[in-house]
């Protein structure tokens, strides 16, 4: 189930750069979804 969990934090990351539709934003989506993977992967 980790996977999923990943794929929905990613998701919504990606969801999130398309509603805020700015490009600045798009550093912080990646930060996160980074942050995501780690997370969904055991990392910190």
Known sequence: ???????NAET???LAACLAGSTP???AV????AR???TA????
Not at 1 to 7: A, W
Not at 30 to 33: C, F, H, M, P, R
Request: proline share 0%; no cysteine; glycine share 12%.
């Open 1 to 7: 189930m980790h996977n999923y969990r990943f794929l």
């Open 12 to 14: 919504g990351s990606i």
């Open 25 to 27: 934003n798009i550093n």
């Open 30 to 33: 990646n930060k996160a979804t």
């Open 36 to 38: 995501a993977a780690a």
């Open 41 to 44: 992967q055991g990392g910190k």
